[in-house]
């Protein structure tokens, strides 16, 4: 270690805006992977074993809130919706709302996904052959219709690319203000041109979900209408159940479910068109794979579980580019982490990124190697969706929709990094990002 912790996290303060993930690298390589070390308003705990995060997320979860910085940030435009919310509201929520993600609702995620994936191919097929696209904006944007339909019964098309923008930037002044302590507190509240934008990104939010509410009540909600929404306006319409929800509650969940839904797996699809376009081995073994189960027809659910190296894909892009690269808690009471005492008012930071590139948990963890997944029993050390009763509630539609719709750009093309274009670079915001997109060909191949 050089020099003392504590210095090394105030000096640290300009370096965690830069690039959090690159200071969170240094923080375990200089001190190990207990790390506490003492902040103005309370004790951080980074803990980067795989026991003591467990330990955290789901032995001992009942002594941990989502009361953090990270979470107060993201509530900001949430408000108290099902991510940040904690205690007996977020029991009550979750109760509510998991019917609406059982397996049930996985065939019309598979619909959704192949259509979507369907435009898209057809963005491709708009530019000359072999030209690039934006693959991050198509995909996002095809994230968001699929989240529209799925979850809302609703195509957004009226407000899909306003939604996606004012999404984008309402989490860039999250993470502004979660990577930076002075942002928070009576500090946040100042009219500052970031709380401005911040403001007007939450209103245009307000406004759409609204709508999106409007529109359904106004077409009527039926007994049997099973998804999201409609689970939400049922809740909303009884007064004296045990579910009820206010107006309010509604509108958090609904803006919760967008931003949760769409940028998380748009990202995890973006690192996985990267990842392959430099691993043609793994493309190979890709594409046979997707000869065998689909012979160039679109997929569909029946055929995911096939779909077994396509998953293992995804699964090791999720490893390499975890979405969500950080999760916090602050304990409630005092604890012991693996060996290390932790006071009541902790705040404790888990780092999927550290935890899935660390060699003590993978072999050559730079390495894309999907094989890793292959047929072997989970590694503790993998937490891309989180772990215990916080588990990541749309964790199976993000997995069908992320094989269905490499399943079906892929079934007869093969992804190209453009020439003359170099990797781009990673932007750690609410969730991992390309710095200026990702220009990506999409080419034909014919199926073997
Ligand atoms: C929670 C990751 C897709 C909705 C979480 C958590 C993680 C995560 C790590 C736990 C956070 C914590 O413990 O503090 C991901 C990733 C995704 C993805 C990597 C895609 C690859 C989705 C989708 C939806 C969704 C598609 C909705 C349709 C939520 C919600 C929570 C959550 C509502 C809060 C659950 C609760 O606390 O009860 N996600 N997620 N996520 N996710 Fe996801």
Not at 307 to 312: F, Q, S
Request: net charge neutral; proline share 8%; charged share 25%.
């Amino acid at each position: 270690a050089d020099g003392p912790l504590p210095l090394d996290m105030i000096r640290g303060v300009p370096a965690i805006m830069r690039n959090p993930l690159a200071w969170l690298e240094r923080v375990v390589d200089r001190h190990g992977d207990l790390v506490a070390f003492p902040m103005p308003t309370s004790s951080v705990l980074l803990v980067n074993t795989p026991a003591g995060a467990r330990h955290v997320l789901q032995r001992n979860h009942r002594n941990y809130s989502k009361a953090t910085i990270q979470y107060g940030a993201l509530s900001l435009v949430t408000g108290s919706g099902l991510l940040t919310s904690d205690g007996e509201v977020w029991r009550r929520h979750r109760r509510t709302l998991q019917p609406a993600f059982h397996h049930g609702g996985l065939d019309q995620v598979a619909v959704s996904t192949v259509a979507a994936g369907e435009q898209l191919r057809a963005a491709w097929d708009r530019v000359p052959p072999y030209a690039p696209i934006d693959a991050e904006a198509a995909i996002m944007q095809a994230m968001l219709t699929v989240v529209g339909r799925t979850l809302f019964a609703d195509d957004l098309s009226s407000a899909g690319e306003e939604l996606v923008h004012a999404v984008d930037r309402a989490l860039r002044q999250v993470i502004a203000r979660a990577t930076n302590p002075l942002a928070v507190g009576p500090l946040s509240r100042l009219p500052t041109p970031s709380a401005l934008r911040m403001r007007s990104a939450v209103a245009t939010l307000d406004r759409i979900t609204a709508d999106i509410v409007a529109r359904r009540r106004a077409q009527g909600v039926g007994e049997d209408d099973a998804d999201l929404l409609a689970v939400l306006l049922r809740a909303g319409a009884d007064e004296s159940g045990a579910a009820w929800m206010t107006e309010r509650e509604i509108r958090d969940e609904l803006v919760t479910l967008v931003i949760a839904g769409h940028e998380t797996v748009a990202s995890s699809l973006v690192w996985t068109l990267h990842l392959l376009a430099d691993a043609p081995q793994v493309q190979e073994r890709l594409y046979a794979e997707l000869d065998q189960v689909l012979a160039g027809r679109p997929p569909a659910w029946g055929d995911v579980p096939a779909l077994r190296y396509t998953r293992a894909v995804v699964d090791e892009a999720l490893r390499l580019y975890p979405p969500a690269w950080v999760i916090t808690r602050r304990a409630t009471g005092p604890d012991t982490v693996d060996g290390v005492d932790v006071p009541e008012g902790t705040l404790i930071i888990v780092s999927p990124w550290l935890l899935h590139r660390s060699a003590a948990n993978w072999p050559e963890p730079e390495r894309f190697d999907p094989e890793r997944f292959l047929g072997v029993d989970r590694n503790p050390a993998y937490l891309p969706f989180g772990a215990g009763p916080r588990l990541c509630i749309g964790r199976d539609f993000a997995l069908v929709e992320s094989v269905l719709l490499l399943a079906t750009l892929l079934r007869d093309r093969a992804v190209r990094r453009p020439a003359g274009v170099r990797p781009p670079r990673l932007e750690a915001l609410v969730t991992l990002r390309p710095k200026r997109g990702l220009p990506m060909a999409l080419v034909p191949r014919i199926p073997s």
